[in-house]
């Protein structure tokens, strides 16, 4: 027998570049305050939490949860660490669902976090070796590739880019805000990693979101709306092999298959009503709506283009702003399910999308090998 | 409730050794191979998969990533990854398993130690605001531990000195053991402190090494092993960080964990636990409640050797073992993580 699980409460802090005015300790709790708040319970409610987050390279503590266990609540209780690089946050959300779905426990607190002020991103990547290229220098190359498949034009990653960091304006916790922004902006910023430009790349942000998961009988106590989990999957491959095809990762596409089958969805572009995709430089976007297989070959950076994916459009991604706009790494997954729960739940303030009834959250890391997804619906 | 029926049906490890040649892919290679041989299946069967590693070991990020190699990701597979003992990826799989959904899991964990010096890496998994900045390393705060225990008249040295001479004695029919043969008591408490009250020996090797574990579900397990090892209960707990506001001579967490993972104090044939330091086995001992008669760490326990990320697992496997072996109906395995036994988890196990 397994149970239906459904998010009752959401918390996120404001996310910034640095964010001096807290401990490590006191970020997480910011998130899980506001999640515990949203969901009317305390943290004595909760009967086991899960934490995930990127490398301890970047905070510089092994496994930080061992030090972290008494500010999250979890003494006394199971505590987990989920670590599955860029795609942690929201394969911690998918382990703490597992906790409530199978019925071990009643009520679940998942928490992912980075405080990458604490360290240096770049170097941590690097292993604490010089020579980094950085993700972005990772990325380049097959972002190109989808350009030259796709004969994508180069003003595609610059609307991403605007789009993202306008929607972030309107999003109170995102870390960069831009309402101004224009193409010219994005244009005339300089070249990071070829293609990519400077406003075209995320940033490094300190940060923590939480959420609190239930089952029916939890949900039916709660004086909100909840969003509802109707499909989960997560698929891991390679990063490097003869014959790999990283621009369209096979693992993506099985991950997102098996969501779409989970939540009986046949049509993904015309049956869900929004999408928070993980996109942390801007020709993400529609590399992902085709390898997800919402847009065919060649017809992601189309959607881009006709305005489809902007917050008014028929098929809206990333109306928090994305990670292209706030990234604090081992969060930035979990924000991207907690997005897409919000929109059902209607909670998303100035960025909501009418009428939300069916979300999809995806999270990607490592050198997009791995994947988690989610399908959120409003019953 | 969770479902019941799944079992353990396959499983592997390297020996523990000082200074493995291979990598800790290759040490997985072949650990995750014969499990799979063991379980008499074949790969594309397993629904879902858990790693479990350590980044600071390896000295970068991302240490698990290679690992996938060692996993078979191609096709792609479903899979996961804790920052943790391979115990704790064994809790996910088996969770995982729970949802009726999947047949097979496996859940693997592995580390190399020699590379790094463990005193100075697991310093850094202290509160890096009011500990870390001490220095403290962990066999100096075992030694702390192992004084309180002292102090409150619950143990002697000659006690410690007793544990540490069963595990080499027991060790020496495992195998995998990296330290075994027999040692006399008065000889071990003759040798001199390494860090008062404890000696070199009571402090565990340092070792690298990598473990594996299939679980199957219901008559899947029934159909694959002619005498699975079945969970009835698996959980885990984590205590207050801070040694200083937790009474070290126990492990609450570790008494919480036995009870909810369904352990009533009854007969058990065979307790594996992750007693790292020899003051710590008299300390688990009592905080488990393993009545008198139950055999403790047959195979040599974490004094014989150490693979830090896959000795939990380990725990898991050689109870598993006595089980599926036919020599033990009851067993209990034991992992845990943080300073001074901060966080346990605890398995429950028995034949048909």
Redesign the interface.
């Known amino acids: 027998m397994?149970e239906r699980c459904a998010v009752i409460g959401i918390g996120q802090t404001h996310f910034k570049k640095r964010r001096d005015d807290v401990?490590?300790p006191g970020l997480l709790r910011e998130a899980i305050d506001r999640a515990l708040e949203d969901a009317e319970l305390s943290i004595g409610d909760i009967d086991a939490v899960v934490i995930g987050k990127?490398?301890?390279?970047?905070?510089?503590?092994?496994?930080?949860e061992?030090?972290?266990?008494?500010a999250v609540g979890?003494?006394?209780?199971?505590?987990?660490?989920?670590?599955?690089?860029g795609s942690v946050g929201g394969?911690t959300f998918?382990?703490g669902a597992?906790?409530v779905?199978?019925?071990?426990h009643d009520r679940v607190l998942a928490v992912s976090w980075e405080k990458q002020s604490e360290g240096n991103a770049q170097w941590?990547?690097a292993?604490?070796?010089s020579g980094g290229i950085g993700a972005g220098g990772a990325f380049a190359p097959w972002i190109r590739a989808y350009i030259e498949e796709s004969g994508a034009p180069e003003y595609i990653g610059w609307m991403v880019a605007v789009k993202d960091r306008r929607n972030a304006a309107k999003n109170t916790y995102a870390h960069l805000k831009m309402p101004d922004i224009t193409l010219e902006t994005v244009k005339e910023s300089p070249m990071l990693w070829d293609p990519l430009r400077f406003h075209e790349s995320c940033p490094s942000s300190d940060g923590a979101c939480a959420v609190v998961l239930t089952n029916q009988a939890g949900a039916r106590r709660s004086s909100k709306p909840a969003a509802w989990i109707d499909a989960l999957?997560?698929?891991?491959?390679?990063?490097q092999?003869p014959g790999r095809n990283p621009v369209r990762?096979?693992?993506g596409v099985?991950?997102a298959h098996d969501v779409y089958r989970q939540a009986g969805i046949t049509d993904p572009r015309r049956e869900i009503d929004m999408a928070e995709l993980y996109v942390p430089f801007s020709w993400y976007e529609p590399m992902w709506l085709e390898g997800h297989d919402i847009a065919g070959p060649g017809e992601g950076w189309k959607m881009v283009d006709s305005g489809e994916t902007d917050i008014g459009g028929a098929f809206p991604v990333n109306p928090s702003g994305g990670v292209l706009s706030t990234n604090a790494i081992g969060a930035s997954g979990m924000v991207r399910f907690a997005e897409a729960a919000m929109q059902i739940r209607g909670t998303a303030g100035e960025h909501q999308i009418d009428g939300v009834r069916t979300s999809l959250a995806q999270a990607y890391g490592?050198?997009a090998?791995y994947f988690a997804m989610g399908i959120f619906r409003s019953s | 409730m969770p479902a019941r029926d799944i079992a353990i049906i396959g499983y592997a490890q390297t020996p523990s050794q000082r200074d493995a040649i291979q990598s800790e892919v290759q040490l997985l290679v072949g650990t995750i191979t014969d499990a799979v041989t063991m379980a008499g299946i074949e790969r594309r069967e397993i629904g879902f998969t858990c790693a479990g590693s350590c980044d600071y070991l390896t000295g970068g990020p991302f240490a698990f990533v290679s690992n996938l190699e060692a996993a078979g990701s191609w096709p792609p597979i479903s899979e996961s990854h804790v920052e943790a003992d391979g115990a704790f990826a064994l809790y996910e799989a088996w969770m995982r398993l729970q949802e009726g959904d999947i047949d097979i899991a496996l859940a693997f964990g592995s580390g190399k130690s020699s590379p790094s010096n463990p005193a100075e890496v697991w310093a850094q998994q202290l509160d890096p605001y009011y500990l870390a900045p001490l220095g403290a390393d962990p066999v100096s705060l075992a030694a702390i531990q192992a004084r309180a225990l002292l102090d409150a008249g619950r143990a002697t040295e000659r006690d410690f000195a007793e544990v540490v001479a069963r595990s080499r004695a027991q060790a020496a029919s495992n195998p995998n053991a990296q330290l075994s043969g027999a040692v006399d008591v008065d000889a071990l408490l003759a040798a001199p402190y390494h860090t008062a009250p404890l000696r070199r020996h009571d402090l565990p090797p340092i070792s690298d090494g990598a473990a594996a574990v299939i679980m199957a579900r219901g008559d899947k397990a029934r159909e694959l092993c002619s005498r699975p090892a079945w969970i009835r209960g698996m959980d885990h707990r984590i205590d207050p960080h801070q040694p200083g506001v937790r009474d070290i001579t126990t492990a609450r967490s570790a008494t919480t964990a036995a009870k909810k993972a369904g352990y009533d104090g009854g007969p058990l044939d065979v307790a594996e636990v992750c007693a790292t330091f020899s003051p710590q086995e008299i300390i688990l001992r009592e905080a488990l409640g393993l009545p008198e008669g139950t055999q403790i760490n047959p195979s040599g326990g974490p004094l014989a050797g150490n693979p830090v990320m896959a000795v939990g697992l380990v725990r898991v496997i050689e109870a598993a073992a006595r089980i599926i072996g036919g020599s033990a109906d009851r067993a209990l395995a034991h992992a845990t993580a943080g300073p001074l036994l901060q966080q346990n988890l605890v398995c429950l196990m028995e034949g048909e």
């Open positions: 397994t401990s490590m990127a490398p301890d390279a970047f905070e510089g503590v092994v496994m930080p061992i030090f972290l266990a008494d979890a003494t006394g209780k199971p505590l987990l660490r989920v670590h599955t690089a394969s998918i382990v597992h906790h779905i199978t019925g071990i941590g990547l292993g604490g070796r999957s997560v698929r891991s491959e390679l990063g092999f990762p096979q693992a099985e991950c490592g050198a090998q």
